[in-house]
């Protein structure tokens, strides 16, 4: 289904039929799993979900070649942002936990001098993706909703002196250490009897850089545009 | 510095004439002479030469894998035999005597006819007999500029041991002018190494090589700087 765009009068399971990567997205809507045949339209009626944003966070997710063009000016930066801040909850709370469990079994089953510094580079990467996080909810984020909440009522705005620009220039890439990991292991960790083990780790890490460059891809190409436009109104 | 070159030609005119024209270059403080096949190996391993001048009647199959051999150990490209005992950058005893000091050989072919399309792959430059002085000059000068041919087209993605120098300094926390201090190299040939070396491991960060100088026992877990390592 690649390529293919979700409209509003799919059904929500045909589109997990079509790319399972669809299905981290619920959640971050209030969307429960069980939703029989309903359509996307019925769901987001039903749950008080704004139905265009709803298709353009999954229609940016799924597909790399996307582009909102036209969308981005309706789109409302405070439901934004409760929607990535939704996504980085699941980050913190969900997938990285997870993982954590898997490179722990995976130092306690394998009996080499390396593992302990793997451990040690993984736990550094993720403590690289928290204060990339943190520093997104707690210094990019207030910032952006300020902005927003000016352009709606237009109340008094402190001095400023963040812009979107510096948060471009900050996002940086957070998945270079995922690939490092991911080739050691691969490539060059030796057989160590770990068989499924390894493999399990290894495809939790290739799906989690696929959501990290998915979810980096909404921030690049609806965040930061659309928050352009408010500081341009604002300024 | 302190050139050396090797010219392999039967020929007694030829022979004479290219160390006559090498001679008047004023690149080589050394110019070594043979005339048959026999004596190639040992020159070779004895002298060092910087280039080699030969002429590919000299070179049949069996020399000519042996030459791209040594060539690619002498230019830090290839590995010795099967051999991997020798792993550890600063352990020399390992290697005994096959151990051929790095640095760039390039070899040229004298050729009075035509050139073999097989052995086309092992040359850096090829000098016609015909050739005026000043054009030897000007290829062996390009030859010499340029950087040393890759040899046989071998993807090898195996760390040199300078590479490996490298890597484990870098596991030891020492920053890239601690490096260059250290193996009394320039910063700019530190990131050249730094460059090669992510390039073929497809590794980027320093916390990833740490774990691969490990792997392969470049360096000992207790070699670690403990909190320097976590530094980017």
């Known amino acids: 289904m690649a390529g293919l765009i979700i409209t509003g009068e799919m059904k929500l399971s045909d589109i997990v039929d079509g790319d399972k990567r669809a299905l981290v997205l619920f959640p971050r809507f209030g969307i429960e799993l069980g939703f029989g045949d309903r359509s996307v339209e019925d769901i987001c009626k039903k749950l008080g979900i ?149 493999i399990r780790l290894l495809n939790e890490l290739i799906d989690f850089e696929e959501d990290l460059i998915n979810h980096a891809r909404i921030e690049d190409k609806v965040l930061i545009p659309v928050v352009r436009q408010l500081e341009k109104q604002v300024r | 510095m302190n050139r050396t070159i090797l010219i392999a030609e039967q020929s007694e005119i030829i022979r004479k004439g290219l160390v006559q024209i090498t001679g008047n270059l004023n690149l080589f403080d050394n110019i070594h002479e043979i005339s048959c096949s026999s004596k190639l190996k040992t020159s070779l391993t004895r002298l060092e030469p910087d280039v080699l001048v030969i002429n590919p009647a000299l070179i049949d199959p069996e020399m000519q894998q042996w030459l791209a051999g040594y060539r690619d150990r002498k230019n830090g490209s290839g590995t010795f035999d099967t051999d991997d005992s020798n792993e550890d950058g600063d352990n020399h005893e390992n290697t005994g005597q096959k151990e051929i000091k790095p640095g760039y050989f390039r070899i040229a072919a004298i050729i009075h006819t035509l050139i073999d399309d097989e052995l086309k792959g092992l040359f850096d430059e090829v000098i016609q007999v015909g050739d005026t002085g000043l054009k030897i000059k000007g290829k062996i000068n390009s030859m010499l500029s340029r950087p040393a041919s890759p040899g046989s087209p071998v993807q090898d993605d195996t760390l040199s041991s300078r590479e490996k120098d490298v890597v484990r300094l870098l596991a030891k926390g020492l920053s890239n002018k601690e490096i260059s201090e250290e193996l009394f190299i320039s910063p700019h040939t530190v990131i050249t190494h730094r460059k090669n070396i992510t ?34």
């Open chain 1, 50 to 198: 704004d139905l265009q944003f709803f298709l353009l966070m999954v229609n940016t997710f799924l597909n790399p070649d996307y582009f909102p063009d036209k969308q981005l000016k309706r789109v409302d930066v405070d439901m934004l942002i409760g929607y990535l801040v939704e996504a980085h909850n699941y980050y913190l709370e969900e997938r990285i936990p997870y993982l954590q469990s898997l490179i722990n079994n995976f130092k306690n089953r394998v009996d080499h001098p390396a593992v302990m510094q793997l451990e040690k580079f993984f736990d550094q990467y993720i403590d690289e993706v928290r204060d990339h996080l943190a520093y997104e909810d707690e210094t990019a984020f207030p910032y952006m909703e300020r902005i927003s909440a000016y352009g709606k009522s237009r109340l008094p705005l402190e001095r400023i002196d963040y812009s979107v620009d510096v948060f471009e220039e900050r996002h940086d890439n957070i998945q270079e250490k995922l690939s490092d990991l991911k080739n050691l292991l691969v490539k060059y960790f030796p057989p160590a009897g770990d068989r499924y083990l390894r």
């Open chain 2, 199 to 232: 390039r073929k491991l497809n590794i980027k960060s320093v916390a990833g090589l740490i774990v691969y100088a490990i792997i392969n026992g470049i360096v000992n877990v207790d070699e670690l700087h403990d909190d320097k390592n976590i530094n980017k």
